[in-house]
Structures are given as C-alpha cells and as structure tokens.
C-alpha cells in the first residue's frame, strides 16, 4: 500500500526567501505524485503532478518540485515567497499499477510566509 | 472556483438526525470522491466512484452511506452520526477511470459538518 510523509508540521520562511516543503512517499509500482495547496475556508487546489518525463516539474503560481526516486521523495520549491503562499500544503501520492482510483494524501505542512 | 460545488456549506446535526451532503461537478469528469478533513490528521479517502459505481470504499462506518445518481452528482447521506464525525468534508472529481491514474483531482469548497 502507498504512504506519504510530510516530516514538518510547520515551515515558516520570510518573504523574498527560497522556500522548501518536504515530502517522501512509498509505492511498490511506480508513484504518480501530486502536491495541492488549501486555503483557510477553501477546498483544494492543484498545484503540479509528476507523471513521467523530467524529474523536475513546474506548476502554478512559481512552485516547482523535483522528483528524487532514489530519494523517495518529491519536495515542493519556489525560489521566492510570497506573504499569499501562506496556506497548507498537501503532497499526495498514487501507485501506477493500481487499477483503482485512489490517491494517499499526506498529512500538510502549514507553511507561513512572514513579511 | 466553481468546477465543483458543495451544499450545505456548513451544518450542525444532532446525533439522532438524518441529513445529506451533496456534490455536483460542472467538468464533465467520470470520477467522484469523498474526503473526510480532520484537524490534525491526513486527508482520509472515504468513498470513490468512478462511471458511477463505487470502487471505493475505506473502512467507513455503515452510519455514512454515499449515492452517486450520475456522474455530475455525488450524496453522502449521514446517519445517527458521533461527535468525532465532525469534520470537513471535501468533495472532488477527476478525468479518469479504470487505468488511468494520472489526473488531477478538483476540489469543492467542503462542507463543515459539526454533530453535537
């Protein structure tokens, strides 16, 4: 069965600085992995998925994530905050051979961005 | 925002009481899930319906049974609920079934459910 781990509860960064949201996750296939941000009061959203192709992925809003199978991991980047990224972060994971329709979400990461 | 939409948006029960949740996507996707959100815990997965049959079904306690009529229309009927059901509850549909795992899910704004 799938897992992910987000190992921070909580990253502050202050505006204008890189900032890094951790995630590593378990498959036994292959990991089709997302990351999804949730404001106060407001479901979802999507952000950026790796699928197949380059490690690196580009999404919304200046986030990006590198995929590091070795690793394990799929952490989220941006080079410069933004007092508005403040939300939290869900990173989700889904195994490629499993014919089902679920994805494992992990914990969040509550992400503060200080002025 | 307005993909996929939730009602009520916030609602208080008694333990007793019989309500529902509904969920309607405008996107013309195929698969439909529940999410139960609560604080300090993961996303857990409830229910997934993909070509509206149910592939999906978490563990989840028998006083929550979902209804999905078509494919734009998601219900999750509550029933002689607990206070630790309080939660919120997401909705969320994507492009996508049987193999295809690859798309990304859009969420509803929730429904913020407190049972006293």
């Known amino acids: 069965a799938q897992s992910v781990a987000q190992p921070e509860d909580q990253v502050n960064v202050a505006e204008g600085n890189p900032l890094t949201v951790k995630c590593t996750y378990s498959?036994?296939?292959?990991?089709?992995l997302f990351w999804y941000v949730q404001y106060p009061n407001r479901g979802l959203q999507f952000l950026l998925k790796?699928?197949?192709?380059?490690?690196l992925v580009k999404g919304s809003y200046g986030f990006e994530a590198e995929f590091n199978k070795s690793q394990t991991s799929f952490h989220l980047k941006k080079p410069s905050a933004l007092v508005s990224d403040s939300a939290l972060y869900f990173c989700?994971?889904?195994?490629?051979?499993?014919?089902?329709?679920?994805?494992?979400f992990g914990p969040g990461t509550r992400l503060s961005v200080l002025p | 925002e307005t993909g996929v939409t939730q009602t009520p948006r916030h609602l208080v029960m008694g333990m007793t009481n019989k309500k529902s949740l509904k969920c309607e996507q405008h996107?013309?996707?195929?698969?439909m899930y529940w999410y139960k959100q609560s604080a300090k815990k993961p996303l857990e997965l409830m229910f997934v319906?993909?070509?509206?049959?149910?592939?999906e079904n978490n563990s989840v306690p028998s006083r929550f049974s979902p209804e999905c009529p078509n494919s734009s229309h998601l219900f999750l009927h509550l029933h002689t609920l607990q206070p630790e059901d309080s939660a919120l509850y997401l909705c969320?549909?994507?492009?996508?079934?049987?193999?295809?795992?690859?798309?990304?899910?859009?969420f509803g704004p929730g429904t913020r459910l407190t049972v006293l």
């Open positions: 319906y993909s070509l509206e049959e149910r592939v």
């Open positions: 989700a994971v889904r195994d490629a051979g499993d014919y089902g329709q679920n994805f494992v």
């Open positions: 996107l013309g996707h195929n698969a």
């Open positions: 969320a549909s994507s492009q996508g079934a049987g193999t295809s795992g690859t798309q990304k899910q859009f």
């Open positions: 790796y699928i197949t192709g380059d490690n």
């Open positions: 498959v036994s296939g292959n990991p089709y």
